[in-house]
Structures are given as C-alpha cells and as structure tokens.
C-alpha cells in the first residue's frame, strides 16, 4: 500500500492507482532500503516512511548484518566516516557501508541527482574507496565478536559509530600492497 | 542473512569481483581463498576434546564461515550371502554390481533451520538432490553413473556427470574398503551408513558436506571381529536297525562305513559364527581413507572464478562448477607427479549460463590443483588431531 511518492522528477504528490500497480518499476522484491517504521500492526505489518531523498533505495555498497542490541538510538543513524565511507546504521541489526555522499550532493542541495532516487545502477567506485567499504565491514564484524564474548550481564551499549571512528581514524590506513 | 539481494548489490559485488585492479570481495579475502575451515571430528577420544556423535562408529563436523555440516558413520552387520558381489569379484573389470548396492548408503538432510526461507518441498527437493549426488559418488558402480538431470523449483539446473572410463573401472570407494568390512566372506560383512545433516548454509555447501563425508570416515573405527566355526560331529549310528546288525556285522559292516566316510554326499553343515574382539572405541581404521573424495566449488565469472563464495556471493554469481577428486598419493610432492595420484570422480554444472570448452578445461585444470591442497591441509589437521588424541 502506497500512500505517496517521489517522483524522479523530485516532485512529490499523492498515489494514484496506476502508482500502485506499477510498483515495480520503483521497488521491486530484494531491494534493499532505508526507511522509518512509522507502525506496526497487529497482523504484524509495518508501514514504513521514507521522511526525505535520504532514505530510500541502497546503493554503491555492501550490507554487514550485526545483532540489533549492539546498535544504539542516535539522534541520526546516518554516519560519515573519514575514509571516504558511509554507515547507516538500522536499528535492526542491518548496516550499510557504502561510499560517502558527498553534501553538495544530498537532497535539497544542488548538485543532487534526482533521477537516481530508484536507480539500481551503482556509481563508479574506486579501488581505495572499495577498501575502506572492506575494512569497515570487518571492524563491524569485530566488534560483534567482541560483544559476543561478554558475559549476558556485562553486555555494554557502545556506540557503534563512535567505536568506528575511533577505530579508524585511530589505525593509518596503508595502501593496498 | 539475507535471502535476496538487490540489484545495486549484486553488481556491486560483480564489480568489485572482476575488478582489474584488484579483486576484493566483502571481507577482503582473495577469490582464490578459503574462509577458516573448522573440523571436529569425534568420539571415544578419551579426552573429551571434540566430541561429534560418541555413539556412531566415525563423526565428524565442518564449519566454514557460516555453513555447518555434521555427518556420521554407522555399521551394521548384514548377511550378504545373497548379494553377487562374488560374481563382481571373480567378474574383474567393474560391470553393473548387484551387491554393492547395499553396501554403502549414503543420505543427507537438511535442518529446518537451514533454509527457513524454502517451503518444506523445496527443502525435500535439495536434501533428494544432495543425497542422490553423494550416493552417487560415493557406492561406485558404474550402472549408476549415467548423467542425470535434476531441476529444482528456482528454475536453476544441475547436470551431473560421473566419469566413466570404459576402458578402465570406475572409481568406487567402497573397493577401496571394502576388504576392511569383511566379517565372514560370503556371508556376513558391515554395511556402512553414512549420514549428514546440513546445519546451516552460508554459502559453499558441497565443499563442506564433502569434506565433513570424509572426516567421518576417516574418523570411522571397524570393531574388530574374529570368525568362529563350530563343526558338527560326525554321526555314527550305532545301531542300523534290527535287521542288518546281526549277521556280519564285523569287517563289511566297518568297511561299509569307511566308503561312506568317503563319499560324503550329506553336506556338513557348519554354524559360523563371529564374535567382537573389542568394543568399537578400539576398532581399526578404514584403510583406504585418504582416498575418499574432495569436492571443489567453483563460482564462475566470465574472465575468472571464485572459490568459496558466501551466501550473497552465490546469488551474485549463481553459475558455478563442483568438481570431484579423490588423491591416492598423500605424500607425492610437486605438482607435476600427480597426475597419477589423482582421479576425476565428476562434476556438476549448477546455474544459467553456459561455460565455454576451453574454458572449461581450464577450470578442471585449476580445479585438480585446489582440491589437492584442500586435501593436503584437511589430513594434516586430522593427523594432528589424531596425534593430540593419543597422548
């Protein structure tokens, strides 16, 4: 159930039927996205609200799946770090690590593509900018470990983006060989 | 884990594969590596240390990344007067064998928590699949080793080709053990059931069930066991009945007897018999188990191939080749001499797309080369394993 869309156009405006039914063209099973949880049902439905054009479809990246307790409420789950790599951290345990966006190059700013809003297509991604995306997704990876070690009753929330940055501005980052 | 994955995710981890450059894939391993592949294999250690199934005759369990395999050996006696392998035996060259059919049984299941996301059908359908396949390779004989095609409901196809050589026999690890299952020849001898459960898939399942196959039965102790015989007296019948006895009874009576001593047309029956020598924590090994087989995936990509490729790995890259080997030679050292240490044992072709000759015979080159260092790494671990044990 639609209850409005961004056009790639960048206009906004209420669902018709035809939105509806052609549903695919925008999202389409196994996409993958970020969104707010406005809801949820009885019957175990969410609605879901994507609040501006940084939410949406996911791209130019790799998915790291952490259990949820480790993540923290923030006041933005949107994290850029300063390798030239963004997380975005789903309080359900599902991170995204994927290459920066640029701020010029964010909604409402002018250099902002909105034809790429339902986009499948990935960007072209530079070898170095690939390996932070790796690096990121194995310090995540460590961290889960480390948690998992705790004992139950020792389990600490740390603030995952804090840990990263930390992590990564603290370690030099070599150049690949 | 994710079930499905987006487009923008799957070129993404196409890129990143085929990248020029350098290859990277999600946790910065090279295409060519394994991730850490872990192996218990148990029972009666004694020390405890690894226990798998104390209760089947060899266990054991591979886990590697996420995927975990459990498979276990199970003997059971049978009688197998019946069964033609003699003929087969006597018969030489490895034609269509009645008897080993029962021999070796294979069969694998999956958890349901395996694959939560597959209707129970789906699931039947991959545990038939994956048993027929190992039995397959596993009970020789070369009447089974026709091609066969299976389709499963996500449309994928699998093409199972078994080599046979008509010129030589086929490879069959029973022969290989077969003389260590004998109990009484031509009568009684150990069936083994071989059992795996498929814990959990994350990718790169027949490498692991194959290699978890083979730690159970090198892992496998045959109880020791020693024929008995009991011969039956001869019966003398004292008495021939009234009429006989009396009259001349002396020397023909006694030569009579001596001719039908000689001419023995009542066969003797003889009750055979085994008992165990010791319990089974004591038994003996399988000796020809540095030969069972080894299976190698490949993920295929068109200018280069993929080793153990995870969950997301093999949605992205859905086209793959398993290869099967067996090694003979466990300590023949280049590359060069093994050609006669290993053996093809078959492959399967899984996935859309189709894979050029050349380049086909190019991975079964490549392919021969990482199954011997699997299984170079896999029996120095279970020998240092053993080793531990015995201390």
């Given at each position: 159930m639609l209850s409005s869309v961004n056009l790639p156009g960048g206009i906004q405006r209420r669902k018709l039927e035809s939105d509806e039914l052609q549903m695919r063209l925008f999202f389409e099973e196994g996409d993958l996205l970020v969104a707010e949880v406005q809801a949820f049902f009885a019957d175990g439905a969410m609605s879901l609200h994507t609040r501006s054009l940084r939410y949406g479809k996911l791209r130019n990246g790799q998915l790291v799946t952490v259990p949820p307790i480790l993540i923290r409420r923030l006041k933005s789950h949107f994290c850029a770090l300063e390798c030239g790599v963004d997380a975005i951290l789903g309080i359900n345990g599902y991170i995204w690590v994927c290459k920066h966006v640029q701020e010029s190059h964010q909604a409402g700013e002018e250099g902002f593509n909105a034809e790429s809003v339902y986009s499948n297509k990935n960007d072209h991604i530079d070898t170095s900018t690939r390996l932070a995306i790796v690096r990121v997704s194995n310090i995540l990876k460590i961290i889960w470990v480390m948690e998992n070690g705790l004992e139950a009753k020792n389990i600490l929330r740390r603030n995952i983006a804090e840990t990263l940055v930390e992590a990564i501005t603290g370690d030099t980052i070599r150049n690949y060989k | 884990m994710a079930t499905l994955l987006s487009k923008a995710e799957k070129s993404y981890i196409v890129s990143s594969l085929t990248s020029t450059v350098v290859a990277l894939r999600h946790d910065g391993r090279d295409v060519h590596d394994y991730r850490t592949i872990h192996i218990v294999t148990g029972n009666g250690n004694g020390n405890g240390g690894g226990e798998v199934a104390p209760l089947a005759n060899g266990s054991a369990k591979v886990s590697v990344g996420g995927t975990t395999v459990v498979a276990a050996v199970r003997l059971e006696v049978e009688d197998?007067?019946?069964?033609q392998y003699q003929y087969r035996r006597a018969g030489g060259g490895g034609g269509g064998g009645g008897g080993d059919e029962g021999r070796i049984r294979c069969n694998v299941t999956c958890s349901p928590a395996a694959y939560p996301h597959l209707s129970s059908n789906q699931q039947d359908e991959i545990q038939n699949d994956l048993t027929s396949f190992v039995h397959s390779i596993y009970s020789?004989?070369?009447?089974?080793?026709?091609s066969s095609s299976s389709s499963s409901s996500n449309s994928k196809s699998a093409t199972t080709t078994t080599a046979n050589a008509s010129s030589r026999r086929s490879f069959s690890f029973f022969e290989e053990v077969e003389s260590d299952l004998v109990i009484l020849p031509g009568r009684k001898a150990w069936t083994l059931y071989l059992d795996a459960v498929v814990l959990s898939d994350a990718g790169n399942l027949y490498d692991v069930l194959f290699l978890a196959c083979r730690g159970a039965l090198w892992d496998t102790r045959v109880p020791r066991t020693r024929a008995v015989e009991y011969q039956q007296q001869q019966q003398r019948q004292p008495n021939r009945g009234g009429g006989r006895g009396q009259s001349g009874m002396g020397g023909g009576d006694e030569e009579e007897d001596m001719w039908k001593e000689a001419i023995r047309t009542r066969v003797q029956s003889r009750v055979a018999d085994f008992e165990l020598e010791d319990t089974s924590e004591a038994g003996s090994r399988l000796s020809g188990r540095e030969k069972c087989p080894v299976a190698v995936t490949l993920n295929i990509l068109p200018t280069r191939h993929v080793l153990d490729a995870t969950y997301a790995e093999e949605q992205a890259v859905p086209l793959k080749l398993v290869l099967l080997y067996s090694f003979t030679?466990?300590?023949?050292?280049?590359?060069?001499?093994d050609g006669e240490g290993a053996r093809f044992l078959g492959m399967r072709l899984i996935g859309p797309g189709q894979v050029p000759l050349g380049y086909l015979k190019e991975l079964l080159r490549q392919g021969q080369g990482y199954a011997k260092q699997l299984v170079l790494a896999m029996d120095a671990q279970l020998v240092a394993q053993e080793e531990d044990s015995r201390d």
């Open positions: - | 197998v007067s019946g069964f020789s004989n070369s009447s089974s080793s026709s030679n466990r300590d023949d050292g280049g590359g060069d001499e």
